[in-house]
């Protein structure tokens, strides 16, 4: 078996979402081009006691400076051929 990496990016904006909690700091991609993704929302919880106009100033920073996410996954690759299989056709 071998291992291989994917890489996957996405242009990405931020929101904000304020469920029954914690303010939420939404990662929003602009197309659905990461698998990994697909399905999923990623947000950040901010820390208790900020302010919303706090967390609108670091939503702006985001959008201001963050232009996508990129996504490394490993996964491995089942090889065809055994090394042993590639002596015995060569000698026989």
Do not use: C
């Amino acid at each position: 078996m071998a291992t291989t990496t994917k890489i996957e990016k996405a242009g990405v904006g931020f929101g904000m979402g304020q469920p029954d909690g914690p303010t939420i700091i939404e990662v929003r991609p602009h197309h659905d081009t990461i698998s990994a993704f697909r399905g999923v929302q990623v947000g950040f919880e901010l820390l208790n006691g900020i302010s919303i106009a706090q967390a609108k100033k670091i939503l702006e920073v985001l959008n201001e400076n963050v232009v996508g996410v990129r996504v490394t996954s490993a996964f491995e690759i089942k090889t065809d051929v055994k090394t042993d299989d590639k002596k015995q056709a060569a000698s026989g």
